[in-house]
């Protein structure tokens, strides 16, 4: 599985960090999916999950309610995108998590859909 380029200095370490966080996925059927839907966030979105701020992803996020990408897809890339974050701040409890709090904003943005 190869995830698009990460534009950092060390990109091989984030790839691995990325491989070893998925490797804790216990399902394959899960575990292919987050991958599928982080690469594909990481194509559409053009952020670095290693720097990208909450406001980055609230942008993106009401960028694609916007356009045609419909909510399940959203959400199933802000799910994955948790998990991520989930297991980076058991490595480094100081990180800053972009994705806490848009589950609310993502139920917000489906009231009158």
Do not use: C
Request: net charge positive.
């Amino acid at each position: 599985m190869n995830l698009p380029a990460i534009r950092t200095s060390s990109a091989t370490l984030r790839q691995d960090l990325i491989k070893a966080w998925l490797a804790t996925v216990p399902s394959i059927h899960t575990r292919k999916n987050y991958f599928y839907k982080v690469r594909k966030f990481l194509e559409r979105s053009n952020l670095d999950p290693f720097t990208m701020t909450s406001f980055d992803l609230e942008a993106y996020i009401r960028r694609v309610l916007h356009g045609k990408m419909a909510m399940g897809t959203v959400r199933g890339q802000v799910v994955a995108l948790a998990s991520f974050y989930r297991y980076l701040s058991r490595k480094q409890p100081d990180l800053t998590n972009p994705v806490r709090g848009m589950a609310i904003m993502l139920h917000e943005s489906n009231e009158g859909r």
